[in-house]
């Protein structure tokens, strides 16, 4: 058996890479609320929506629930449409005109 085919060594970098992504939001957290501008506000939640699919994504493969895969495409559709309803609004002032 080859450390490559070891499903223990797997379930490490799943959960490595969970704390990782975790850390990552909260990085992400510290530049919405001290953000410069609104630009960089947004782009930072853009940041921990794309964070949440990868958790979403690195639950989904700890725990063998295909659920989650699911879950994380809707939260990717819903965190696409917000960012560019944010945009919009930052550009033009409304988001229907």
């Given at each position: 058996?080859?450390a490559s085919s070891?499903?223990?060594?797997?379930?490490?970098?799943?959960?490595?890479?969970?704390?990782?992504?975790?850390?990552?939001?909260?990085?992400?957290?510290?530049?919405?609320?001290?953000?410069?501008?609104?630009?960089?506000?947004?782009?930072?939640?853009?940041?921990?929506?794309?964070?949440?699919?990868?958790?979403?994504?690195?639950?989904?493969?700890?725990?063998?629930?295909?659920?989650?895969?699911?879950?994380?495409?809707?939260?990717?559709?819903?965190?696409?449409?917000?960012?560019?309803?944010?945009?919009k609004f930052v550009?033009?002032?409304?988001?229907?005109?």
């Amino acid at each position: 058996m080859t450390a490559s085919s070891d499903p223990a060594v797997l379930l490490v970098a799943i959960d490595a890479a969970l704390v990782v992504v975790g850390a990552l939001c909260v990085l992400c957290s510290y530049r919405v609320i001290r953000g410069p501008t609104v630009a960089d506000r947004v782009v930072a939640l853009d940041a921990i929506a794309t964070n949440v699919v990868a958790i979403a994504v690195l639950f989904a493969l700890r725990t063998d629930r295909g659920l989650f895969v699911t879950i994380s495409l809707v939260l990717a559709i819903i965190g696409f449409i917000a960012t560019v309803a944010v945009a919009k609004f930052v550009d033009r002032g409304e988001v229907i005109q």
